[in-house]
């Protein structure tokens, strides 16, 4: 899969997509991530990414130009097979388990990454397949959203986690759905003890309580 994130700031992403799981992804030959400097697409000399909104208000509105040059670079556009482009937003669609799962599908991720009061909303209704907000707040930027969306999306690729069955009945699989508790060594801390039942080695037991113990 290859991961392309269209940003003003390309030094956030350098640390943390480098560790733990997400940077075990990108070092296997099948997975590649890009990242591209918005700036470099700006226009005139400044590079300018942004001007006033039209109609008056508050703060900057970054302009279609250059996002539209940007993933023209990439070779991306909307509605192509295997591939999404998405704009982050906190007006956008909710985004949840389920949609890191279909996205974990395609070849193509392309995430753009708004700043300032926003972007135009020309680049919403003709450049990109989904708008998506992580949640019901609002960011400064994109690249948090960003960071998010990735590594649930790379957590998902085959091969990525050591043991694939952690993916198995995990957190929001299903709408309402959040695993049961985990504990481990020691037995006892501070006489706070671990439920007997985990330690029964009665399976049949344990997968009861499991069941009963999460959420739905
Ligand atoms: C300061 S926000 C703009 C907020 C906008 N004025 C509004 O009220 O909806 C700047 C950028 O951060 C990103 N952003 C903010 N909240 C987000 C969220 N909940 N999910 C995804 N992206 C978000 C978007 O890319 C947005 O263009």
């Known amino acids: 899969m290859t991961i392309t994130i269209i940003t003003l700031f390309p030094e956030y992403f350098k640390k943390p997509l480098s560790l733990s799981i997400v940077g075990r992804a990108f070092a296997q030959p ?12 700006g226009i005139g000399t400044h590079q300018r990414v942004d001007d006033t909104p039209y109609g008056g ?13 940007a993933l023209r670079s990439i070779g991306v556009a909307k509605n192509q097979e295997k591939s999404s482009i998405l704009l982050t ?9 389920k949609t890191a799962r279909e996205y974990a599908g395609l070849e193509y991720l392309t995430i753009i990454c708004g700043h300032y009061e926003g972007v135009d909303e020309r680049v919403a209704e003709h450049l990109v397949d989904q708008e998506v907000r992580i949640g019901d707040f ?39 759905f959040l695993a049961a508790p985990q504990y481990t060594k020691p037995e006892t801390y501070n006489n706070w003890s671990v439920p007997k039942v985990l330690l029964s080695g009665n399976h049949g037991k344990i997968a009861e309580w499991r069941i009963k113990s999460s959420s739905d």
């Open 89 to 97: 937003s906190a007006k956008g669609e909710r985004y949840t388990q």
């Open 57 to 69: 208000g508050a703060g900057m509105v970054m302009m279609v130009e250059p996002i539209e040059k």
């Open 138 to 176: 609002v960011l400064s930027g994109g690249e948090a959203a960003a960071l998010s969306i990735v590594d649930s999306v790379m957590r998902l690729q085959e091969g990525v986690l050591g043991n694939p069955e952690s993916l198995n009945q995990e957190s929001h699989d299903t709408s309402g």
């Open 30 to 41: 099948e997975h590649t991530l890009k990242i591209v400097d918005l700036r470099q697409f």
